[in-house]
């Protein structure tokens, strides 16, 4: 029973996820323009601006179109950060033990009670926007995560049959840790890698909408969001509803990918013996 | 081991890991690039003299070590240092902001804990039902709804329909300023007996709570649905319907209790989340908590405020984690061990 | 025939699965008397532990009865509501299982669990089903110390001893074993057996239904044995009669598998083959895939269950007309 409905959470999402990279395609290719002002100041949607303008003028279509483009990316480099540090950190201090390892847990168990957001400002307040820098801001958040999930993975694994006989065999440690152990921390931190692509672009938007993200005019939909902020008490809806929207739809596709893949890796290791 | 010790220890843990916060925020804040001075003197020009002398003020002429030991002393001491732009000591700010923040998270966790709790449960019990699909479905979709857009839709959800619901703030104007004794509007309004007061808070509260609220029910019901699905595959559950438990028996006695408290460790980790929602919705709302106060820091670079405020989130978090861990302890007799 | 506490006849339980239907007990029938110990041995897969659980109708879950009777005392447990097969679980058939270690609700007390099965079933006071619970723990050999001790706190053995304490709360007239002694030591596993053979000569109204891979384990505490393959019965009849006197093939090489510790060196044997797919079990005997006697017989016909001597049944082509044992099986075959 399970497999089924996980199965159906990874394509749908997958099916999300094409759809907005498309979209996003679309918008390069055909060349719309999220930065061309008109005087069409906060017009609301119709058929010349499907979703209206924003208050420079802008066609919000183009701008989230494009917007997908940043908040993908910035994401994108803030997992990829935080995954290597936190995997090869964790993988080492799980290996190795002892006194280091305690340390580095202790470290690490302090640093979750930081939130992910709130290191992500201080370190925005400090070394500015950017797409590297608002990456790495956000990453530093996540590390903990995968430092915790690959230490556990390498530390069950340690004391195995195989990995004694791979080194006496004369295996050096690189190779023991990272061809040999770390393949078993693979199903586990792909579908973290894809739950928190879901939570990075809810924190970049969170920066932008703070008013910490990407620098204007660039197109970013927390950005954009929090701009179009100023006029809902005018009854302006667009400036912030369609930003927001694709957040929401993006972070659905990824989300569903992820925890659909969580549940069939969970599902696949714990199978209980059936004895009849 | 016994209940005392570990309670003595968990306690004992508490100052590394609280020392080891501050250092990092101390360490993000002096070691990244960006000048305290030349924030705080923001455009204006100043002579060779008066930079050095707001150098010398906020002690930044020291050596790095003695500055890191000099604000750890002051903390422990309760001085979070002084804020340039608000000419006040940091912890004045702090402790004005504070209970705006207790307040929003409070009735936000009166109505996450129990909806998304029961939710979770019930879904589980009716696991592969088209009522349970329903429930994981809305819950996933409210978890990828950022908790700041939401707010915002409310807001216009407002506007546009004129539902007599405050978009902002903690109270309105027009109300006669109830005496701040603990600064929680609610309890003040009670302790003075404003009944219009009452209200006024709670209309006032209504949307960010049900903001921050259901985001953080989102995902309870997950955890919760997940473990209560868990624990009744488990053996001994099949044991105890096997000795004849009728069912109702089974769930309320043998399988609730092994579900649900294990997410008391996720409770700790919650709270660093609520607080991180707290900060978008207050911003969102015009609430004047603790959120609001860093967001204002970071846009006037007003350094001492910005690391006053980061410290106490660390503090509080510490502190829900520390209570979570005894109470977990107290409650699972494995874990003594 | 003496009273039979449990009677069962033609006991059909299938796993349906998505894909395919696993028949798991494939027509089993069989009795225990009263204060007699039935041991079920079999390989994993042969449907012996289906066997128990169909008894207690806890079949998990695509698995179902599909036909056959089931009569404890006589009343046929198949037709029972489920409230009222709900009053006979554990009140007069209780279980052992294999996991002690996490049959257990790990936040609740060991004492309290087993008074829990008593108040279950009998209207008494709570101290009244402590005090019960406390003289159980007793006649288990647990030390009254550990009475208020939680299951991660106990070894083992003691869990066990626990279970087995927990199985005879409300009295049963039939206790089921699946593997009671798989997962612990053998020393442990001796005391174990020691302790319900104890048991069965103490509460004389008590019978055994003892489910185990382990023929020496099984020999040890039974009065007659069942030998199941592939969901079928393969040989029934008296502990001593199997062990010496074994007919079928396949308990043949069970009991030739079993080195005999005080006899003279033999060479060791074991049984060639796999256990059976039971997605797609074999056409006519189920273990002819496997025997070293099978002829062109057993590829098509399900052998007939027949008495070859007194109370001793088995299932097997070589003793059917034409076959090579018609007359008798030789004397020691290899």
């Excluded at chain 1, 995560?145 to 990995?163: A, L, T």
């Excluded at chain 2, 900060?279 to 910005?306: C, K, P």
Aim: include cysteine; glycine fraction near 8%; aromatic fraction near 8%.
């Amino acid at each position: 029973m399970w497999p089924k409905s996980s199965r159906s959470m990874v394509t749908a999402g997958t099916i999300i996820v094409v759809i907005i990279l498309t979209l996003d395609a679309y918008s390069h290719l055909v060349g719309l323009d999220p930065l061309q002002t008109t005087f069409q100041v906060l017009s609301p949607p119709a058929l010349d601006h499907v979703m209206g303008t924003d208050q420079l003028g802008r066609d919000i279509f183009s701008r989230v179109s494009f917007g997908t483009t940043f908040s993908l990316l910035v994401a994108f480099v803030s997992v990829i950060i935080s995954v290597g540090t936190g995997s090869i950190i964790g993988a080492l201090s799980g290996f190795f033990g002892g006194k280091i390892d305690q340390a580095t847990s202790l470290l690490f168990d302090a640093l979750y009670a930081l939130p992910a957001l709130v290191i992500a400002i201080l370190i925005a307040a400090m070394i500015g926007t950017g797409i590297v820098n608002t990456g790495l801001a956000i990453a530093i958040g996540y590390i903990p995560q995968y430092f915790r999930i690959v230490r556990g993975i390498i530390f069950s694994i340690k004391e195995r049959p195989f990995i004694e006989s791979t080194r006496a065999i004369g295996a050096g440690y690189g190779n023991l840790i990272f061809r040999h152990m770390m393949p078993y921390a693979i199903p586990s931190i792909i579908a973290l890698m894809t739950l928190n692509m879901g939570s990075a672009i809810v924190d970049v938007s969170g920066l932008g909408f703070l008013g910490l993200g990407l620098p204007p005019p660039t197109p970013e939909w927390g950005t954009d969001l929090g701009r179009g902020r100023d006029f809902i008490t005018a009854g302006v809806w667009w400036t912030s509803t369609f930003p927001g929207l694709m957040i929401v739809i993006s972070v659905l596709g990824f989300t569903l990918v992820g925890e659909g893949l969580d549940e069939i890796f969970r599902a696949t290791s714990t199978r209980k013996k059936e004895t009849f | 081991m016994k209940l005392r010790t570990f309670i003595l220890l968990r306690l004992l843990l508490t100052i590394p890991m609280i020392l080891i916060l501050v250092t990092v925020v101390f360490g993000i804040m002096r070691v990244l690039p960006g000048d305290p001075v030349a924030a705080v003197m923001g455009s204006k020009q100043g002579s060779e003299q008066q930079i050095e002398l707001l150098r010398h003020e906020l002690g930044l002429d020291k050596p790095l070590y003695l500055q890191y030991l000099d604000y750890v002393g002051n903390l422990l001491r309760g001085d979070f240092g002084y804020s340039m732009v608000r000419q006040r000591p940091v912890a004045s700010e702090l402790a004005d902001h504070l209970p705006a923040t207790i307040e929003l998270t409070f009735w936000s966790m009166l109505l996450a804990i129990p909806l998304g709790i029961y939710s979770g449960v019930f879904a589980a019990r009716k696991a592969g039902s088209k009522i349970d699909a329903s429930i994981r479905i809305g819950a996933l979709v409210r978890w990828c709804i950022p908790v700041f857009w939401f707010g915002l839709i409310l807001q216009i959800l407002v506007v546009q329909y004129g539902l007599p619901l405050p978009v902002s703030g903690q109270a309105s104007p027009q109300i006669a300023t109830v005496a701040h004794v603990t600064g929680l509007y609610v309890v003040d309004a009670i302790l003075a007996g404003d009944a219009r007061a009452l209200v006024d808070s709670f209309l006032h509260l209504a949307l960010p709570v049900v903001t921050l609220g259901t985001t953080m029910a989102a995902s309870l019901t997950k955890i919760a649905r997940t473990n209560v699905v868990d624990v009744l595959g488990e053996e001994y559950i099949k044991v105890a319907s096997l000795k004849g438990c009728p069912d109702e028996q089974v769930f309320q006695k043998h399988a609730l209790p092994n579900a649900l408290i294990p997410i008391l460790t996720y409770t700790g980790l919650q709270v660093a989340i609520l607080l991180q929602g707290a900060i978008l919705t207050e911003t969102v709302f015009a609430w004047s908590g603790l959120g609001r106060l860093l967001i204002f820091s970071v846009g006037f670079r007003d350094f001492n405020l910005i690391q006053g405020c980061v410290v106490l989130f660390a503090l509080v978090v510490s502190l829900a984690n520390l209570i979570v861990d005894i109470s977990y302890a107290i409650v699972d007799p494995r874990v003594r061990l | 025939m003496a009273d039979l506490v449990l009677d069962v006849k033609d006991l059909r339980s299938y796993y349906y699965l998505p894909s395919f239907t696993v028949k798991a007990i494939d027509g089993v029938s069989f009795g225990i008397s009263k204060a007699d110990a039935l041991g079920i041995i079999g390989e994993s897969g042969s449907g012996k532990s289906t066997i128990g659980w169909s008894v207690l109708r806890a079949l998990p879950n695509p698995g179902k009865i599909v036909s056959g009777e089931i009569r404890l005392d006589g009343r046929n447990l198949l037709e029972l509501d489920r409230e009222e097969m709900r009053k006979i679980r554990w009140k007069e058939v209780a279980m052992v299982t294999q996991s002690a270690m996490s049959s257990f609700d790990p936040l609740m007390r060991i004492g309290d669990q087993i008074a829990e099965a008593v108040t279950v079933h009998e209207d008494i006071p709570q101290e009244h089903a402590i005090e019960r619970a406390k003289g159980l723990f007793e006649e288990v050999s647990l030390e009254p110390s550990r009475f208020k001790s939680y299951p991660h706190e106990l070894s083992g053995g003691m869990r066990q001893r626990a279970m087995i304490a927990m199985a005879l709360a409300c009295k049963p007239k039939l206790v089921i074993a699946d593997e009671p002694t798989t997962a612990l030591d053998v020393i442990v596993q001796a005391q174990i057996l020691r302790l319900m053979d104890n048991l069965k000569s103490e509460l004389k109204s008590l019978s055994i239904m003892f489910i185990s891979h382990d023929l020496s384990v099984v020999a040890g505490i039974s009065d007659k044995i069942l030998v199941v393959y592939g969901g079928k019965m393969m040989e029934y009849g008296a502990t001593n009669e199997i062990i010496k006197n074994p007919f079928h093939p396949y308990t043949i090489d069970l009991v030739n598998s079993f080195p005999n510790i005080e006899g003279t060196e033999m060479s060791f044997e074991s049984i060639p083959g796999n256990p059976p797919d039971m997605r797609d079990p074999p056409n006519g005997c189920v273990f002819h895939p496997r025997c070293k006697y099978a002829w062109a017989k057993c590829k098509e016909g399900v052998p007939s269950w027949r008495d070859v001597e007194k109370d001793h049944f088995v299932a097997c082509h070589l003793y059917e007309v034409g076959g090579a044992w018609e007359h008798g099986r030789p004397h020691n075959p290899s």
